[in-house]
């Protein structure tokens, strides 16, 4: 299963923690990394005092994500609109009630508005959870009564710019594509790159799989990865990689980087 994947899959409870227990694999896997953690082994922690401390790979996954990540709360309200569903006023409301502020202290922070307004704000957030609850109930409900042939739809990755009709790609479609574009197997090269968006973001889905997640790219390190799938245009694949949202870069474009 890949990280995107493993993301869109997770219990509330493990989007919480910041990672999720893989059973198939016998890891421990951070939801924003992917960094892994075999179950069983135990990892050494430098303590402040030159005191090492020993966890096993589940307290160490929790560790991973509070010294790498930060809190998961501050990761979750950072991803886009079309991801969350929150406004930038209420990524900036829960940020203040996560913190214990009270409304006057919220009105006085922000240089306007009313305690009122601010309560309000509060009720509307907790009806928007209650409505996702039972959205999310519904679902799992209706999920259980469809019939195994129907069709499965590809994950989307976290960062993408533009959620539409694009994004609605089965797993069979999926497959196509693949053979269609990569006839010589998944490590390419293309056999031509389609204009039609859907196929397009399946592609660079695929290709996006092979950056690693925690690694930072030199510019001439991303050409040569991409150079395997289409050398006479690599620049473009780059290009587009970077517009729909699966890399990130330095505005001089010195490092390159899995976006999220």
């Not at 859907?198 to 925690?214: D, G």
């Not at 780059?238 to 474009?253: A, H, P, S």
Request: proline share 3%; aromatic share 12%; net charge neutral.
């Amino acid at each position: 299963m890949s990280q995107n994947d493993l993301f869109w899959s997770a219990e509330l409870v493990d989007l919480k923690k910041g990672f999720v227990f893989v059973q198939e694999e016998g890891r421990y896997s951070c939801l924003i990394c992917g960094a892994a953690f075999e179950d069983g082994e135990i990892f050494r922690v430098p303590d402040r005092d030159n005191r090492d401390k020993w966890y096993d790979a589940r307290k160490y996954a929790a560790y991973h994500v509070q010294h790498s990540h930060g809190s998961m709360l501050d990761y979750l309200l950072g991803l886009d609109k079309k991801a969350s569903g929150l406004t930038d006023l209420q990524k900036q409301l829960i940020r203040q009630f996560a913190s214990g502020m009270s409304d006057a202290e919220i009105v006085k922070s922000s240089g306007g508005g009313s305690a009122s307004t601010i309560r309000n704000h509060r009720f509307v957030l907790k009806e928007k959870a209650k409505q996702a609850k039972l959205l999310l109930a519904a679902i799992e409900l209706m999920e259980s009564g469809v019939s195994a042939d129907a069709p499965r739809f590809m994950p989307i990755h976290r960062t993408a710019t533009q959620i539409d009709e694009r994004y609605a790609i089965t797993e069979d479609e999926y497959e196509s594509i693949m053979q269609q574009y990569f006839p010589q197997g998944p490590n390419g090269p293309l056999a031509s790159f389609p204009r039609k968006e859907k196929r397009k973001v399946a592609i660079l889905r695929h290709i996006s799989a092979y950056f690693e997640a925690s690694r930072k790219y030199t510019e001439k390190e991303v050409n040569d990865l991409l150079k395997r799938y289409w050398e006479a245009d690599y620049v473009t694949l780059r290009r587009y990689l970077i517009e729909y949202g699966f890399l990130d870069r330095t505005d001089d474009g010195s490092e390159y980087w899995v976006k999220g």
